[in-house]
T-cell receptor, first 112, second 115 residues
Framework: DGGITQSPKYLFRKEGQNVTLSCEQNLNHDAMYWYRQDPGQGLRLIYYSQIVNDFQKGDIAEGYSVSREKKESFPLTVTSAQKNPTAFYLC???????????FGDGTRLSIL | AQKVTQAQTEISVVEKEDVTLDCVYE???????LFWYKQPPSGELVFLIRRNSFDEQNEISGRYSWNFQKSTSSFNFTITASQVVDSAVYFCALSEDNYGQNFVFGPGTRLSVLP
């Protein structure tokens, strides 16, 4: 079945550690997105990529990094510079930015 | 400035009641797209509807209906005869046409349908 797979479902980070969240899609979508959702709040855009080897910062990119070496994959690294990383992270993809986004099941990141 | 406003933070209704979720947006573009998504307790977002700025026709899909009014910059969502399974957080989103803009989500409305 086509879709978006995020892994892991739950992730714990130690102080000063970088962690990488995986996002893979087999929908053949060009555009991919990373969002952060804090409890009781909406989604905030971290990074987006409209095409392979290109990505742009969203509203809250500080402390995060991404890569887009393959169309299917858009991993997000939460660096030690992100002082408040505890949140629910959602990855999405779309054919184009005016089309509906399809979302993964999310990764819940917590600090140890 | 916030581009998508969902003024209702939480709504509770009893099963079989009708409920309307409000969405007001702000844009300078003449071409834009509006969306509604549902986020059940499991966490994933489910796409419900997409509407472009040139199509003001209201839409009905089963118990769901959407009222798009450009004059008031609103794109409201009504659930008729609500059911417990409708309990979720609902997000309205805006995508503008000019380069560099992406999806902007509203803060969401948490709907609780009580049996």
């Amino acid at each position: 079945d086509g879709g978006i797979t995020q892994s892991p479902k739950y992730l714990f980070r130690k102080e000063g550690q970088n962690v990488t969240l995986s996002c893979e899609q087999n929908l053949n979508h060009d555009a991919m997105y990373w969002y952060r959702q804090d409890p009781g709040q909406g989604l905030r855009l971290i990074y987006y990529s409209q095409i392979v080897n290109d990505f742009q910062k969203g509203d809250i990119a500080e402390g995060y990094s991404v890569s887009r070496e393959k169309k299917e994959s858009f991993p997000l690294t939460v660096t030690s510079a992100q002082k408040n990383p505890t949140a629910f992270y959602l990855c999405a993809s779309s054919i184009d930015r005016d089309q509906p986004q399809h979302f993964g099941d999310g990764t819940r990141l917590s600090i140890l | 400035a916030q581009k998508v406003t969902q003024a209702q933070t939480e709504i509770s209704v009893v099963e079989k009641e009708d409920v309307t979720l409000d969405c007001v947006y702000e844009t300078r573009d003449t071409t834009y797209y509006l969306f509604w998504y549902k986020q059940p307790p499991s966490g994933e977002l489910v796409f419900l509807i997409r509407r472009n700025s040139f199509d003001e026709q209201n839409e009905i899909s089963g118990r769901y209906s959407w009222n798009f009014q450009k004059s008031t910059s609103s794109f409201n969502f009504t659930i008729t005869a609500s059911q417990v399974v409708d309990s979720a957080v609902y997000f309205c989103a805006l995508s503008e046409d000019n380069y560099g803009q992406n999806f902007v989500f509203g803060p969401g409305t948490r709907l609780s349908v009580l049996p």
